[in-house]
């Protein structure tokens, strides 16, 4: 069973080192080909390196400037403050490579056994998770700042966000990209175009296994009613209903003078935003959850009609496998349309504006592609993601 500890960070609380003093120091960055600092003129060869130069802390303002609407989760900084402590004790450069956060050279290797380490003597496989996910998402930070543009994910040349057109979504619809770490700052995601079109009240990032993103989540779902919640998830396996099935039958009369959207009114749509292999542990930890919360087995699912043909519609590159997220909500705000009771809240422009996001990302993708020179058929190294 799944143990939601209410104070999950509390293994750590034997590391008492100040954030401040990690706050002086800069990272020097190479984008692409293009160096233009002196300093970083050892990784010229090296595309989207970037390289610490010492201890840096994350402010709550850059880590929400990435899409988070949380503080800086405790774990993540706690992750930093032990790399920037690593690298003043190997006297080695915290050096990034590519922009998934991977770690190269020297510090590597030591961080590696590290980490290792701090993996193994974690008790349970909850704290293991934790770790896990805090580190992925720590080290992707590092690893992209400077380099990616902090709302598209982009490289900062390829930014698209001038091209994006932002939508209202209707206030009784509110979205959660449950979000595996590996997934966090992609720049091929689709989840976070849901939050850039919308706004993040809207679409919101839950980060699996990052214990404050997930409380947040729970208290609103919670806030809503278990009536009010579902999952999208394309698993055959999991008992699952059409859209018509379930929600053919609300009503909005009672809610549609209401004031304010304070979440009590809202159906909240789970979208789970990782790859096919990650997607069944995420689906099994929201199970487990809404087990503890509500007492059912089964947490809600809807399956959509849509699915296989928007898919495809959507995949022009083989790496988009089936759970492009993004094709999920679209495919979900089009067939609440079709619904008479949903019929007048514009769902279908909302649905709209979110594949224009899609083209825009693509466009955005194969330019990109094209300007490094490479094919714009990619090879299929997801395939064993697709089941
Ligand atoms: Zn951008």
Redesign the pocket.
């Known amino acids: 069973m799944l143990v939601i500890p209410s104070r999950p960070l509390s293994f750590i609380s034997s590391f008492n080192f100040p954030l401040q003093q990690f706050c002086s120091k800069t990272i020097i960055t190479c984008m692409d080909s293009s160096i233009t600092n002196s300093a970083a003129n050892n990784c010229s060869r090296e595309p989207n390196k970037v390289v610490s130069s010492g201890e840096v802390g994350i402010s709550v303002e850059e880590w929400r400037g990435w899409g988070p609407t949380s503080t800086v989760p405790s774990m993540v900084t706690q992750v930093i403050v032990d790399l920037n402590l690593l690298e003043e004790n190997v006297d080695a450069h915290m050096v990034f490579r590519g922009n998934h956060g991977k770690l190269s050279g020297d510090f590597k290797v030591q961080e590696d056994k590290k980490h290792r380490a701090k993996y193994q003597s974690l008790s349970d496989s909850e704290q293991k998770l934790q770790f896990f996910s805090a580190r992925q998402i720590a080290c992707r930070v590092l690893g992209s700042r400077g380099y990616l543009?902090q709302?598209?994910w982009?490289a900062s040349g390829d930014?698209?966000?001038s091209k994006l057109i932002t939508c209202p979504l209707w206030n009784r619809v509110r979205f959660w990209l449950y979000m595996h770490p590996k997934d966090f700052l992609r720049q091929n995601n689709t989840g976070k175009l849901l939050w850039q079109v919308f706004g993040v009240q809207a679409a919101t990032l839950c980060l699996y296994g990052i214990a404050e993103h997930e409380e947040m989540m729970w208290d609103a779902l919670k806030l809503a009613g278990k009536d009010k919640v579902w999952c999208l998830y394309p698993n055959k396996n999991a008992p699952a209903s059409s859209v018509k099935d379930s929600m053919a039958g609300l009503s909005f009369a009672h809610v549609e003078n209401h004031p304010e959207a304070d979440g009590t009114h809202s159906l909240n749509f789970v979208l789970i935003d990782g790859t096919w292999s990650n997607s069944g542990a995420m689906f099994s930890r929201l199970k487990e959850r809404y087990k503890l919360m509500w007492g059912e087995e089964e947490i809600p699912c809807i399956t959509l009609n849509a699915g296989a043909s928007m898919m495809h519609k959507l995949r022009p590159q083989p790496s988009w496998d089936r759970t492009c997220t993004a094709a999920a909500a679209i495919g979900l705000l089009d067939e609440l349309h079709d619904l008479p009771n949903f019929v007048s809240y514009g769902l279908d422009k909302q649905a709209k504006a979110i594949e224009d996001a899609v083209e825009v990302l693509l466009e955005a993708l194969t330019a990109r592609r094209l300007r490094m020179g490479r094919s714009i058929t990619r090879k299929q190294r997801h395939n064993h993601d697709i089941v």
Do not use: A, N, R, Y
Request: with cysteine; proline share 0%.
């Open positions: 543009c709302k598209c982009l930014c698209m966000c």
